[in-house]
């Protein structure tokens, strides 16, 4: 009968964590870390002509939205609201275990009197 109980205090005890842990996880908000310096000059909305969003914010958040029209059935990714660290020449989105990386080819730049950016190959123009 001890052992019983000793048992079924043990099970409440992990389910207890077990909610816990996971309301932490679901409700945590993201210590977001500014930007500064010369990172500033990637602070804004960034369109490519595929339609591809990238967002960032001067606290150190951002957006991205990616499109993938190849192939039979269209795809799509998205994180809004998730740190973004700018990372030698990568730029990195991460929201609690999903990270997303860029590679920029070619920093922020003046073309024609529009602010671009080269990443993964695709040309972004800051709104």
């Keep these: 009968m001890m052992k019983t109980r000793i048992i079924v205090v043990i099970i409440c005890i992990c389910c207890i964590a077990a909610v816990g842990g996971l309301y932490s996880f679901f409700t945590a908000t993201p210590d977001y870390v500014p930007l500064s310096g010369e990172q500033l000059n990637y602070v804004g909305k960034w369109n490519a002509d595929d ?8 606290d150190g958040s951002g957006d991205y939205r990616a499109y993938d029209y190849s192939g039979i059935a269209n795809k799509s990714s998205s994180m809004d609201g998730a740190n973004v660290k700018l990372i030698g020449n990568t730029i990195v989105f991460q929201l609690f ?22 990443v993964d ?7």
Excluded: C, W
Aim: charged share 30%.
């Design 121 to 127: 190959g695709t040309i972004y123009t800051k709104e």
């Design 51 to 58: 339609k591809n969003i990238i967002v960032i914010r001067e």
């Design 97 to 118: 275990t999903f990270k997303k990386i860029f590679t920029v080819e070619q920093p922020p730049y003046d073309a024609s009197g529009k602010q671009k950016l080269k």
